[in-house]
């Protein structure tokens, strides 16, 4: 138990202790307080009969319950002390019952005090602190025994009168003093002499307290037995100090004859109590300005308020927060006051005080020691520092140190200018709590900064990590005279592990693969780069690139010796014949491919042959047996995935999985061709609330350009490049024309195509101009334009009432006004335009008018 807490139980058992001389009432309070703060179940207070030894003997004075002399264990007790001695009037001495612990302590010489505790123990500390407060008690009992006597005889209460520590006075009934004590004597005499002639009551107290007296001689008189009251005496050296005066009527012949009083010094009680009451309103304060800093994610920002919350609590006139200005060399050449609370409300500029190092050196030299400095102006040495204290009716202050690790940081500083203050060391200690809780703010701070350094300078690698790991991979579209290619990928973290590929050996065979490395982030992402360079060496050099198992037993040796040590791959690749409209693939433990066909909405999984990841078997060779071959059609979209693509979990922690993901496909998806298709799912997926995922996405697909349909749809891969908006959108023109369009329709065809990609590569991908975007025509009854982009998310402007002439739209400044997009609104019949995960697809219908 800390010492706190053991004065805090010792004062609140110390406060009815002597408050009354009714005995009776007086250990009533004060056991129950001794039983309550100790946490015992009972108590009795025991007091001597006899003087002589030969007839000592103990009775109960006061007992809580008060049938305790009918419980078992406390007879046992009685019996028991009748062995012990308990001649020193400060033993304590506890006695082990079957249920408990007896504590048997005297109370002077007068008696004992008994508890009884049932759990556990009481701390020896408190016991000990316990003794004076036991003596007291001993000695308030004396009190009120002697205030009996008193009663019945004015010689017996002068006698001890004289013996009691406390002022003791008897009056008439004018209130004229006929008897005082010794006390009183050695109190109020001269300071050069023994006389003391005290006339009346009022000549103990001030002039102030003559009322509050005057109302305690009132109650008695009409007829209250005792009354009391708390007082201020002065004495005869000028010394204040606060007593309990009781008083009480002397009767006779059924009236009273005059009062007696005694009076209790209770000034370090009410010391204790003031102490007590700041130790709470700073630690409120304290408590609440720590809460502000914390809260704040900037302490500068709170301070100004936590300053006000220890200037109140302290009525201080002013609380200033200084901070040390560091030379080259590390040494304070100034400090800086920063920010500051003024009583008065005065407010000034943060930086608007400086005060030079040379003219506070001693202030300094103390703080930089971790020492609280406080001082008074009148008694500091002539100085400039206290020239500017008497200026600003500065009468004390003090000043805390501000440590920020190592570093002597700044410092606080509390003015007081109505008194000269002395400081207690209670002040000091919670004021210091207050600096330290501003150190660790400050700390905070840095730390945060120095991790929001380190995390942007982080995710600035991962984001030039990012470039390179996408520049590795292939664009999001690939479009050439015989297929479509779109690919999503989307990884778990910024930068990820999973790989994939579309390769043309030549005019009719492609390579197409995907792969995942295991595990997460950097490390995977890094492999992942090496990785991608060692297949497609290998895919370039061998000279049997058309057998998938070759190739993946050279790649399994090379990653296995190489590159792979406590890493592995899942890959599935695959060799396209677009002559024999053929498929050849192998499956290294990876999720298998399946074609998607659009007409039917039909899906074939591929999932009858397979082999185990790479790097498992260092000299694994990959069998012929285990490639898979099959034929696909026009209408047939080659899809391979990741296990990212399904292994997604909703609210209710249920997986997707992959035949729920396949049957989501089938129900869902409707589509022309392959170009949205991982987009279009990824919306999907996440529409349907599985959003919650742990896995990279990648989702690549390929498809055919039938040649019978090449007379119906135009198709180009765009790169982000005015040079080439305005070549596709002139082959857009011509191709109009050529499948029998009019001319109008032809430029009208131009001047959409060109006017929304301008846009696109002028204000969507302003910064990227290896960024690709798909164009696709239909020709027929109409003309139908869809436009793909990855740039920004924007909605169109309003198609506007009225257009004005076409022509003097064309002369305006169509892209910075938005009046481009009303030349597209008067040349089409339909503007359509959707955000499908991060792809831009904008649809128009151009009619002959």
């Not at 001389?21 to 129950?32: C, E, N, P, V, Y």
């Not at 015989?482 to 009719?508: E, H, K």
Request: proline share 3%; glycine share 4%; aromatic share 10%.
């Amino acid at each position: 138990m800390n010492r706190q807490s053991i004065d805090q139980i010792c004062y609140k058992i110390l406060l009815p202790i002597g408050e009354s001389l009714d005995l009776k009432k007086m250990l009533g309070r004060s056991l129950a307080l001794y039983i309550g703060e100790l946490d015992c179940s009972m108590g009795a207070v025991l007091l001597v009969d006899g003087k002589e030894a030969s007839s000592f003997s103990l009775s109960n004075a006061f007992s809580i319950p008060r049938n305790i002399e009918k419980q078992p264990s406390f007879i046992a007790l009685r019996q028991e002390l009748l062995h012990h001695d308990f001649s020193d009037d400060i033993i304590t001495h506890p006695i082990r019952g079957k249920k408990g612990i007896f504590y048997v302590m005297s109370i002077s010489d007068i008696g004992l005090l008994v508890l009884f505790k049932s759990e556990g123990e009481i701390d020896a500390n408190l016991l000990e602190a316990l003794r004076p407060i036991n003596h007291k008690l001993g000695t308030a009992c004396k009190a009120c025994r002697q205030n009996t006597e008193l009663q019945k005889s004015s010689k017996q209460f002068m006698e001890m009168a004289n013996m009691l520590p406390g002022l003791i006075i008897e009056l008439d009934n004018e209130y004229k003093v006929t008897f005082f004590n010794k006390r009183t004597q050695e109190i109020f005499k001269q300071i050069d002499s023994d006389e003391f002639h005290p006339q009346s009551i009022f000549d103990f107290f001030p002039s102030s307290s003559k009322k509050q007296v005057l109302e305690l001689l009132h109650h008695c008189e009409r007829g209250e037995t005792m009354i009391s009251g708390d007082f201020w005496m002065k004495n005869s050296r000028e010394q204040s100090f606060m007593v309990n005066l009781t008083i009480s009527p002397i009767t006779g012949d059924n009236s009273i004859i005059g009062f007696r009083g005694i009076a209790i010094d209770i000034t370090n009680r009410i010391k204790l109590e003031k102490d007590l009451q700041l130790r709470d309103r700073l630690s409120n304060a304290i408590t609440l300005a720590t809460q502000e800093l914390l809260k704040s994610p900037d302490y500068t920002q709170a301070l100004p308020h936590t300053l006000e919350l220890l200037g109140k609590a302290t009525a201080m006139d002013s609380v200033n927060y200084f901070k040390n200005a560091y030379d080259q060399e590390g040494v304070v050449q100034k400090v800086i006051r920063q920010t500051q609370w003024f009583a008065n409300g005065q407010t000034f500029p943060e930086d608007s005080f400086e005060i030079p190092s040379i003219q506070i050196p001693f202030i300094l030299q103390a703080l930089r020691k971790k020492q609280v400095f406080q001082a008074v102006t009148r008694t500091m040495q002539e100085c400039v520092f206290k020239t500017h204290l008497q200026n600003e009716g500065i009468k004390a202050f003090i000043t805390l140190p501000i440590f920020t690790k190592k570093t002597f940081w700044g410092f606080l500083g509390f003015s007081d200018c109505s008194e000269e203050h002395i400081w207690s060391t209670v002040e000091c200690d919670l004021l210091q709590l207050f600096a330290i809780s501003i150190s660790e703010s400050i700390e905070r701070k840095q730390a945060e900064d120095e991790l929001s350094s380190i995390y942007q300078e982080i995710m600035n690698d991962l984001e030039i990590a990012q470039s390179v790991q996408s520049y590795m991979l292939p664009p999001w579209l690939l479009i050439d005279d015989r297929i479509l290619f779109s690919a999503n990928y989307t990884p778990w973290a910024t930068i990820g592990g999973d790989l994939f590929d579309c390769v043309r050996l030549s005019d009719t065979q492609y390579i197409l693969y995907i792969a995942d490395i295991s595990g997460h982030g950097i490390q995977a992402a890094l492999t992942m780069t090496a990785v991608k360079s060692i297949i497609n060496l290998i895919i370039r050099s061998d000279q049997n690139a058309e057998s998938p198992a070759k190739i993946l037993t050279q790649l399994n040796a090379t990653l296995s010796k190489r590159l792979f040590k406590d890493n592995y791959m899942t890959m599935c690749y695959c060799l396209l014949d677009f002559e024999t409209m053929s498929l050849t693939s192998l499956n290294a433990g990876h999720p298998p491919f399946f074609l998607h066909n659009l007409k039917t909405k039909s899906t074939r999984i591929l999932d009858f042959a397979g082999s185990i990841p790479l790097g498992w078997i260092e000299d694994y060779v990959y069998q012929e047996k285990d490639t898979i071959s099959v034929p696909f059609t026009k209408d047939d979209v080659i899809c391979l995935i990741t296990d990212g693509v399904f292994e997604c979990f909703n609210d209710r922690h249920e997986e997707l999985g992959q035949d729920q993901f396949l049957a989501l496909l089938h129900q869902d998806v409707q589509l022309d061709t392959c170009i949205m298709l991982p987009h279009v799912c990824y919306d999907l997926i996440n529409s349907k609330g599985y959003t919650k995922r742990n896995d990279d996405y990648s989702f690549i697909a390929m498809q055919a350009i039938p040649e019978e349909e090449n007379s119906k749809h135009f198709y180009r891969e765009i790169a982000s490049q005015l040079a080439q908006v305005d070549t596709v959108a002139a082959e857009a023109e011509a191709f109009i024309i050529a499948h029998g369009g009019s001319d109008m329709q032809g430029l009208r065809t131009r001047l959409v195509t060109s006017e929304f990609l301008s846009n696109i590569v002028e204000h969507g991908l302003p910064k990227n101009d290896a960024e690709k975007i798909a164009l696709e025509i239909q020709f027929g009854s109409n003309i139908k334009v869809v436009i793909r982009d990855s740039a920004v998310a924007w909605d169109p402007p309003e198609k506007e009432p009225v257009v004005s002439d076409f022509f003097d739209l064309l002369n305006e400044e169509a892209n910075d006004r938005g009046r481009g997009l009303q030349i597209i609104y008067a040349m089409t019949s339909s503007f359509a335009r959707q955000r499908i995960h991060e792809i831009n697809e904008t649809t128009f219908i151009i009619t002959e008018d």
